[in-house]
């Protein structure tokens, strides 16, 4: 069960209530943080979002000043365009990567364990600074790509450096560590029954028309979830675009990611009604792929449940 | 669970059907092309992560005229220098790490089972409600509650501190982590507790005594993603963490290219490689709970 099939069934759980004095005390911690932690902050960003506060003076209230102020932010819109490309772009790539080698290495390969590590690896550091240092290197000026095309007399440039090609360093980036939705397809592709292979098989289904016919449909769930977690994950992304740019989302905010913005206007500019608002368009954006992915998924997702 | 069905797939899966000798060449090469394709993606991949490797031990001269993987000479040097490069020695910062790593897992292990158990075996008030909301806040993004966090955290005077990074780990606001083990005590066995329950033992002791030790790899599991997402972790640290004694290894590393000018290379990655070596090692000998909590978490 997936967080995402949760919450499809949560209407159909069964009612309770009887055990409630000892469930008060194990959740103590969990509502506290709930309240204090998360849903206090919650309603405090969207009140803060409606004024004007720079953690200095107490806030005033501006009313819907700061999202109007929104459409006129030129680098806003920069920095949105910039982050729906790095979103569009880079998850489907990762998870058909993800796919594509999860059906390679389901087949019964020798040494499955040690690629799936090798695989895997990537994405448990890809997040880190030192990674995005490396980035940095490989792809600056006298990188390693570069010497690489040196090497077979291209004429590489700065990619990191040129306005047109920074961002694609960081979708190459996410797409690198692809491993953590590959290890869940993995894990699907094991649920798969063999029966409906062997059906299809008999059917005289050729191995392109089992996957079209029998894998897809089987794993689309598993689809659907990673889909939807890695969107809102992806938009989210910040210490690649920090390290890589230096804190500055350059050049020419090429590199300005959405959540990157947010921390200069909020903890650089102290500006925090508005990075407030910003947050909250963040919210609203994941909110609308979200809604947006599980309306869709009625055509192409199968519970065979 | 799984396992079983991948000894009962594998078999029936490879194609076994004799027909014609291309195909029997084809079986053949096949296994053969397949390695080699998976050998070169694999290097590809970590090309950049063995070249920095290897680049950690040549001469600072020597690292941008060479993208091979061989080594000539075996020079430590950096490792000395970039220990050596900021403000304290970078053992400073990987204890920094260590501290909130240790302080997260245990805040993550024992709220998040606490609530799990509520979730998972107890019967409750608005339970349907209180569970969609703790579904909700996996998927809340950080941003959208850091800023009154931080203003919050700020006025208690918390900034500087670990107490804003560890604190709420001891609330279980890592919701991941009580669907990960609510999913788990859920497949427990019911008669264990029902067992318990008429020997006298109350929900204190049927948790402490009974799912606790079963939720082993659960617990595991926490643990390992506990370590590698907050020793990964750069954004919180970032705002909340700006005196140089109190700085993580992630806060140390980006130290280094943000001084740009004449940047010591060398030294950047081999602090690199020491501070992605603890998550390495913590991903080598966990793997198993890795991949475990992928799979009960992952699947449908």
């Known amino acids: 069960m997936s967080v995402v099939s949760e919450l499809r069934e949560l209407k159909s759980s069964p009612k309770g209530g009887g055990d409630g004095k000892a469930a008060f005390w194990f959740l103590l911690p969990w509502f506290i943080g709930l309240f204090a932690i998360t849903a206090g902050p919650l309603v405090a960003s969207l009140f803060l979002s409606f004024t004007d506060y720079n953690l200095l003076q107490a806030p005033s209230f501006i009313g819907v000043e700061n999202f109007v102020r929104m459409f006129t932010d030129e680098r806003l819109l920069k920095s949105l365009g910039v982050t729906f490309l790095y979103v569009i772009v880079s998850v489907p790539l990762q998870l058909a990567f993800a796919l594509a080698l999860a059906i390679f290495l389901d087949r019964g390969v020798r040494g499955l364990s040690f690629y799936r590590s090798v695989f895997y690896l990537p994405s448990l550091i890809g997040g880190s600074v030192a990674i995005a240092v490396l980035w940095r290197v490989v792809f600056g000026t006298e990188g390693l790509v570069n010497q690489f095309l040196a090497f077979f007399g291209i004429a590489g440039k700065g990619w990191i450096s040129s306005p047109d090609t920074a961002i694609w360093t960081l979708i190459l980036l996410n797409v690198w560590a692809f491993g953590a939705p590959m290890v869940i397809f993995l894990a699907g592709l094991r649920q798969v029954p063999a029966s409906l292979y062997e059906a299809a098989q008999i059917d005289g289904a050729g191995k392109w028309r089992q996957f079209r016919s029998v894998t897809l449909p089987m794993l689309s769930p598993i689809i659907f979830f990673n889909l939807v977690l890695q969107i809102i994950h992806a938009f989210q992304s910040f210490t690649q675009a920090f390290v890589v740019s230096g804190g500055t989302g350059g050049p020419a905010d090429s590199t300005m990611l959405f959540s990157l913005y947010l921390y200069q206007r909020g903890f650089r500019n102290f500006d925090m009604g508005y990075a407030s608002a910003l947050a909250w368009l963040l919210v609203l954006i994941i909110g609308a792929f979200t809604a947006i992915n599980f309306w869709a998924s009625k055509y192409w997702v199968f519970y065979d449940d | ?300």
Not at chain 2, 60 to 81: H, M, Q, R
Not at chain 2, 92 to 104: E, F
Not at chain 2, 251 to 256: I, N
Not at chain 2, 261 to 278: C, H, K, N
């Open chain 2, 1 to 300: 669970m799984t396992e079983t069905s991948v000894i009962l797939n594998a078999p029936t899966r490879a194609t076994r059907t004799p027909a014609g000798s291309a195909r029997e060449v084809r079986r053949r090469i096949g296994p053969v092309v397949k390695h080699i394709v998976l050998i070169l993606v694999g290097l590809i991949m970590l090309y950049p992560v063995l070249w920095m490797v290897v680049s950690s031990l040549r001469p600072n001269d020597a690292i941008f005229g060479d993208p091979s993987l061989i080594l000539k000479t075996f020079d430590i040097d950096n490792y000395v220098n970039g220990w050596n490069a900021l403000t304290y020695p970078f053992g400073k910062y990987l204890i920094n790490s260590m501290i909130i790593v240790l302080g997260c897992i245990v805040g993550n292990l024992v709220s998040c089972s606490l609530a799990a158990y509520a979730f998972a075996r107890l019967n409750f008030k608005s339970k349907r409600w209180w569970f969609g909301a703790m579904l909700v806040t996996i998927m809340l993004p950080i941003h959208v509650i850091i800023v009154p966090q931080y203003i919050m955290f700020s006025q208690i005077g918390w900034v500087n501190t670990y107490l804003p990074l560890i604190v709420p780990k001891l609330l279980a606001t890592d919701a991941f982590f009580v669907f990960l083990m609510v999913q788990f005590i859920r497949g427990i066995p019911r008669e264990l507790d029902e067992a318990a329950r008429i020997d006298g033992a109350g929900h204190a002791r049927i948790f402490f005594q009974i799912i606790m030790p079963l939720m082993v790899p659960a617990l595991g599991t926490t643990t390992i993603f506990t370590f590698i997402w907050t020793w990964n972790d750069f954004f919180s640290q970032l705002i909340y963490l700006t005196k140089p004694e109190m700085a993580t290894a992630s806060l140390a590393v980006r130290q280094f290219v943000d001084a740009q000018s004449a940047t010591d290379w060398g030294a950047v990655f081999g602090m690199s490689i020491v501070s992605l070596l603890p998550v390495f090692l913590v991903f080598l000998f966990g793997q198993r709970f890795l991949l475990q909590g992928i799979a009960t978490t992952g699947g449908k």
